[in-house]
């Protein structure tokens, strides 16, 4: 069973920096290729970032880019979103998310595991 544990959310102030983790089983973490999406109130899941299996592929949604950094740790098994200059739009339900493999899958929200959210508040 592909359980993903999100922590790391909460009320952020803007301009500020956060770092989500995503831990998961060793066997998880090894195969599947994950990534975060976040969900703000009224809106659509949007994609945020991916990272493959193998940690060599990375992909950032626009409104992220350059303010973001996935990234895996292979020792503990927790894929991290860092995001910088934060801003009230940031504010959501952040996800992790995973599926064996298939990186791209995973940015166009065909992941199969999503975990359960971790809110993230960024105030003005």
């Known amino acids: 069973q592909v359980q993903l544990f999100e922590s790391g959310g909460g009320l952020m102030q803007a301009g500020g920096s956060l770092r989500l983790s995503c831990k998961t089983s060793a066997e998880t973490f090894t195969t599947h290729a994950i990534g975060w999406f976040r969900q703000a109130p009224g809106r659509e899941r949007e994609f945020v970032a991916a990272?493959?299996?193998?940690?060599?592929?990375?992909k950032y949604a626009e409104d992220v880019m350059g303010r973001s950094e996935i990234s895996r740790d292979n020792i503990e098994n927790i894929v991290y979103l860092q995001m910088s200059s934060l801003k009230p739009e940031d504010t959501a339900v952040y996800y992790c998310v995973s599926h064996p493999h298939d990186y791209v899958l995973v940015v166009h929200g065909k992941a199969q595991f999503w975990g359960q959210g971790t809110q993230v508040t960024v105030s003005s």
């Open positions: 990272i493959s299996s193998d940690g060599r592929g990375r």
